[in-house]
């Protein structure tokens, strides 16, 4: 079994390479401070492993909406469980190691999302 280069991406969040190594996913991502990324939930657990940084986590139980927000400074393991929605904002530029099982598929959280965009645009503003 090899580790295979899948494809990266990159915006002013930072970067994501996706890599797999057999039925496992691991992608490895970069959130630069002040920025998030998640604000969606999937249907399988994840571990997301902070290498370096500082992030803010928010993770809302969808089934009776309490929210959790938690600080986790590197070196540290996150784990998600399913149909929990989540989001990452960096407090400090950041790196995290996502691995989980099968094919990636999310489902948008809108009040996660809203935090995300309200980002992006707001650092759009400040070009």
Same mark, same amino acid.
């Given at each position: 079994?090899?580790?295979?280069?899948?494809?990266?991406?990159?915006?002013?969040?930072? @970067?994501?390479?996706?890599?797999?190594?057999?039925?496992?996913?691991?992608?490895?991502?970069?959130?630069?401070?002040?920025?998030?990324?998640g604000g969606h939930f999937?249907?399988?657990?994840?571990?997301?492993?902070?290498?370096?940084?500082?992030?803010?986590?928010? /993770? /809302?139980?969808?089934?009776?909406?309490? /929210?959790?927000?938690?600080?986790?400074?590197?070196?540290?393991?996150?784990?998600?469980?399913?149909?929990?929605?989540?989001?990452?904002?960096?407090? /400090?530029?950041?790196?995290?190691?996502?691995i989980f099982d099968g094919?990636?598929?999310?489902?948008?959280?809108? @009040?996660?999302?809203?935090?995300?965009?309200e980002i992006l645009h707001?650092?759009?503003?400040?070009?």
């Open positions: 079994m090899n580790l295979q280069f899948e494809k990266q991406v990159e915006d002013k969040r930072g @970067k994501i390479l996706f890599l797999s190594l057999g039925t496992k996913k691991i992608n490895i991502v970069e959130i630069k401070k002040g920025f998030a990324r999937h249907n399988f657990p994840s571990t997301h492993i902070v290498v370096y940084g500082k992030i803010e986590l928010r /993770e /809302e139980n969808l089934k009776n909406n309490v /929210e959790q927000i938690k600080k986790n400074s590197a070196p540290s393991i996150i784990n998600v469980q399913q149909n929990t929605a989540h989001l990452f904002i960096a407090l /400090e530029d950041s790196m995290f190691i996502e094919e990636y598929q999310a489902v948008d959280h809108p @009040k996660y999302r809203k935090i995300i965009d707001s650092s759009d503003n400040n070009c």
